[in-house]
């Protein structure tokens, strides 16, 4: 009998009926108990959104459906270290970290309700399985997990009834389970050799050697939230893993582009030759707010070292050519500002030199700055919404840091308010 074609035509009859009888109660019930693969539960969907935000890096939701996605979470034991990647609950909600293209959504889509008994169709599956042959064997290792084998690390996917081992160069072989788990053993950081390109869930090193409980890289490449190169760092060792050809390939010209080449023979990290054009003088200066043209977003000179800018993006720092930025960005001003913007302003032009710290609302016609809350620093807290004058050339506007945000909210607090940024509003903390 060839089960897999009756289970087919099976489900396709049941299928049939559904479709006939979308009201029908008792049809749906009993497709519920005993065909659970034609039936979406409560942990299949929170899954599926689950995993729609680790693909797209998004936070999860309200509050209510961000507890159920805990829950399910919790249950699947998922609140820790998994591959290349972290989970966790913080202020803002349910959020993955991690590079997407990882094995930790293959992993979670692995996840999700198995049932216990056994039905008509499920025996039939489990014939049909039989007839290919497959051994029924629990792999060793999980997938997503680096190996050595055969003094080789390689990459674990499951395939079928094996595994699928894809070493740092991409190329794949597959064997049984049984060959690699009584041969092949997991990779530990001990197993890095010198000039080594590893990954981690937010960054892409060549490693150096073991200090500790550190690593020490030759350089590093940071691709979360705002990219960035660094040379000479420490990584705590316990996050990393061999890197794929991928992320090799992505180190490698974030190397190039922060004007570095790395001789991995020689072990020798140096700056690339510069030319004619390196020597050009910057068009911005330390203390300049810059804002990139393409991508909109707002950057602070740090410093200008070697013809390229150090450039502060909230806590976060990047290192790049100056005659790139030079070409694409433009210093930021008072009409690049948003409603719900936190920004700096001093008054220079009075003896006393007041320094606010406002929520942006808007300008009005006479260009007169609108605010939903300030603070006069080392002053007083406002709570309702101040028309200001019009900027002079010797006053200073600027996005506020992050140390002037947190001085802002703390205040916001301290008086009995809090900010609503998705509605702008501030309202009153109810006692």
Not at 51 to 78: F, H, M, N, P, Q
Not at 120 to 141: L, Q
Not at 239 to 245: C, E, G, M, S, Y
Not at 247 to 276: C, H, P, V, W
Request: proline letters at 3%; hydrophobic letters at 30%.
């Amino acid at each position: 009998m060839n089960y897999e074609e009756r289970y087919n035509e099976l489900i396709d009859a049941i299928k049939e009926m559904m479709e006939a009888n979308p009201h029908d109660e008792g049809l749906q019930n009993w497709v519920h108990d005993n065909v659970p693969e034609l039936t979406e539960s409560e942990d299949e969907r929170i899954r599926k959104e689950i995993i729609d935000s680790i693909k797209e890096l998004k936070i999860i939701g309200t509050t209510s459906y961000r507890e159920k996605a805990i829950a399910w979470l919790e249950k699947l034991k998922v609140f820790a270290e998994h591959g290349d990647g972290l989970y966790y609950f913080g202020n803002n909600g349910f959020t993955y970290v991690g590079n997407p293209t990882c094995d930790n959504v293959s992993w979670i889509e692995k996840q999700g309700d198995k049932p216990q008994g056994k039905t008509a169709i499920e025996a039939i599956k489990e014939e049909k399985v039989d007839n290919r042959n497959c051994a029924t064997v629990e792999p060793k290792f999980q997938n997503g997990q680096w190996v050595v084998w055969q003094n080789k690390c390689y990459k674990v996917n499951y395939n079928g009834c094996g595994y699928e081992l894809v070493d740092q160069n991409g190329l794949s072989t597959s064997l049984e389970y049984g060959t690699i788990d009584e041969n092949a053993r997991l990779w530990t950081i001990e197993d890095a050799k010198d000039g080594d390109v590893l990954a981690a869930h937010e960054c892409y090193v060549i490693f150096k050697e073991i200090d500790g409980l550190n690593i020490k890289c030759y350089c590093t490449y940071h691709y979360m939230n705002n990219p960035s190169f660094y040379v000479d760092t420490l990584q705590n060792k316990n996050t990393f893993h061999p890197a794929t050809k991928e992320q090799r390939d992505t180190l490698m010209k974030a190397m190039t582009d922060a004007g570095y080449t790395f001789d991995f023979e020689t072990r020798e990290l140096s700056k690339i030759k510069q030319n004619s054009t390196d020597n050009v003088k910057p068009k911005f200066k330390i203390g300049d707010w810059i804002i990139h043209q393409g991508t909109e977003n707002i950057y602070q000179v740090v410093a200008v070292i070697d013809n390229q800018y150090q450039l502060r993006y909230g806590d976060n720092y990047t290192i790049q050519k100056c005659d790139e930025v030079d070409r694409n960005a433009r210093l930021w001003n008072i009409s690049d500002a948003k409603g719900g913007d936190l920004l700096y302003i001093k008054y220079n032009k009075y003896e006393y030199k007041y320094e606010w710290i406002i929520i942006f609302k808007h300008l009005n016609p006479e260009e007169h700055i609108m605010d939903y809350c300030s603070y006069c620093i080392n002053g007083t807290f406002y709570s309702d919404s101040n028309p200001w004058g019009k900027l002079s050339e010797t006053d200073t506007v600027y996005p506020a840091t992050k140390e002037q945000c947190d001085l802002l909210f703390s205040k916001i607090k301290e008086n009995g308010y809090w900010w609503n940024a998705k509605n702008k509003i501030l309202k009153k903390i109810e006692s």
